[in-house]
C-alpha cells in the first residue's frame, strides 16, 4: 500500500528549542493533516492543509504543503513541556476517498 | 460536543473469547472509520463506513473481524475468535468530508 515515510523516528530536545519533522512519500496527496497523539488518549488534530504551498499556523505551531504534493513538514517554536508527545502525519490521496494514510509518527521528549 | 465514544477502554479477554468494541460517532459526520494501533504497525486502518455503508474493508486482518454499523449514531468491531496477536489499542473516528476528522479515545484490548 501507499507509505508515508515520517522523520525523525524520534527526537530529544531542551525546554525552548524549535523542533521540526516531516513526511515524504513517492505518491500524490490532496490534503494532509498533523496530529498529536498524549500516551492513553487517541490522535488530535492540530493542523489541516488542503493546497499545495500553503502555509499554516496554530499558535506555536507551523505546517506546510509541498509544492510537490509528496511532502509536508510541522514545525513547532519554542517549545514546551507539554509539547510532549507523539505527532503524526497523515494524507489524503489524490484521487481518493476519505481514507487518511498516516506515517509511523515522531516521539518529541522535551527536556525541562 | 462530547466527542467520539468509545466503550470499553480497557477489554482483557481470554482467547477464543469473542470481543465486541462499540463507537458512538459524533452526530452529523456521516464517515466512520475503524483502526488498528500496534507499536510495529502504528496506526492501520481496517473498515471505514459512508452513510453506514461499509465502502472500503480490505484492511480487515481475516474473517475473524467483523464491522457493522446499523444506524448512523452506532458502530461495532467484533472479533471472533480472539487471538492474543489481536492485541492493540483499537480507535474510531468520525469526519464530515475531511472537515472534523476526530478520533475517539480508544479500546486497548488484551488477548491472553
Known amino acids: 500500500g501507499q507509505q508515508l515515510n515520517q522523520s525523525p523516528q524520534s527526537m530529544f530536545i531542551q525546554e525552548g528549542e524549535d523542533v521540526s519533522m516531516n513526511c515524504t512519500s513517492s505518491?500524490?496527496?490532496?490534503?494532509w493533516l498533523w496530529y498529536k497523539q498524549d500516551p492513553g488518549e487517541g490522535p488530535v488534530l492540530l493542523i489541516a492543509?488542503?493546497?499545495?504551498?500553503e502555509l499554516t499556523s496554530n499558535g506555536r505551531l507551523t505546517a506546510q504543503f509541498g509544492i510537490t504534493r509528496k511532502d509536508s513538514f510541522l514545525n513547532i517554536s519554542a517549545s514546551i513541556p507539554s509539547d510532549v508527545g507523539i505527532y503524526f502525519c497523515?494524507?489524503?490521496?489524490?484521487?481518493?476517498?476519505?481514507?487518511?494514510?498516516f506515517g509511523k509518527g515522531t516521539k518529541l521528549t522535551v527536556n525541562p | 460536543d462530547a466527542g467520539v465514544i468509545q466503550s470499553p477502554r480497557h477489554e482483557v479477554t481470554e482467547m477464543g473469547q469473542e470481543v465486541t468494541l462499540r463507537c458512538k460517532p459524533i452526530?452529523?459526520?456521516?464517515?466512520l472509520f475503524w483502526y488498528r494501533q500496534t507499536m510495529m504497525r502504528g496506526l492501520e486502518l481496517l473498515i471505514y463506513?459512508?452513510?453506514?455503508?461499509?465502502?472500503?474493508d480490505s484492511g480487515m486482518p481475516e474473517d475473524r473481524f467483523s464491522a457493522k454499523m446499523p444506524n448512523a449514531s452506532f458502530s461495532t468491531l467484533k472479533i471472533q475468535p480472539s487471538e492474543p496477536r489481536d492485541s492493540a489499542v483499537y480507535f474510531c473516528?468520525?469526519?464530515?468530508?475531511?472537515?472534523?476528522?476526530?478520533f475517539g479515545s480508544g479500546t486497548r484490548l488484551t488477548v491472553v
Open positions: 497523515a494524507g489524503q490521496l489524490k484521487g481518493g476517498s476519505e481514507k487518511l494514510v
Open positions: 463506513f459512508n452513510n453506514n455503508v461499509p465502502i472500503d
Open positions: 473516528a468520525s469526519s464530515f468530508g475531511l472537515s472534523g476528522y476526530t
Open positions: 505518491s500524490i496527496f490532496n490534503t
Open positions: 492543509l488542503y493546497k499545495a504551498g
Open positions: 452526530s452529523g459526520h456521516n464517515s
